[in-house]
């Protein structure tokens, strides 16, 4: 129970740094945070596409049956889930070599008070925030490419 009491109270010491301030003492956490952000962009946008651009390989007909549509609807989110268990897992190797919980001081402003209490934040992981970054960057490249070069799907006349 006293070497319990005693790694608590060397611990609570430490001084808390900051992500910047990790980036800037260990640059393997800045590729680590590369890695992070890549392999989110790659969940939401390479994984569809990937799986799309099989399936159609697959199919030798422009109307085809009911398999390929079956095999996109649970191939994606399956492999999608597969993927965000790696991240994950870098988001732990993180934590690891760095030495602290990978943990970001974020509060969003929707949720913050009137009233004035802004001590309490919710604390994100690095994942996280990478992952609400690589989302917003997504529905971003979408809503270009969609406003911008996808054209009328519409007959014209």
């Known amino acids: 129970m006293g070497n319990v009491a005693v790694h608590q109270a060397g611990t609570a010491q430490r001084p808390k740094r900051t992500v910047w ?5 260990m640059p393997v956490a800045l590729v ?3 890695l992070m952000a890549v392999g989110s962009v790659f969940l939401w946008i390479g ?3 990937g799986w799309i651009y099989a399936v159609s390989h ?29 991240l994950f897992g870098l988001d732990h190797v993180y934590a690891r070599v ?8 974020f509060r969003a402003p929707w949720l913050k008070s009137m009233r004035g209490e802004r001590t309490t934040a919710r604390r994100l992981t690095v994942l996280e925030m990478t992952m609400i970054i690589s989302v917003s960057i997504a529905l971003l490249a979408f809503g270009i490419w969609f406003f911008g070069f996808a054209g009328s799907s519409l007959p014209s006349t």
């Open 47 to 49: 994984i569809p596409i």
């Open 98 to 105: 760095t030495g602290q919980q990978s943990e970001v001081r």
């Open 21 to 25: 301030q990790t980036i800037v003492a």
């Open 32 to 34: 680590l945070i590369a």
């Open 58 to 86: 697959m199919v030798d007909s422009s109307q085809p049956s009911l398999g390929p549509y079956v095999l996109l609807i649970f191939g994606i989110p399956i492999t999608m889930w597969l993927f965000y268990k790696l």
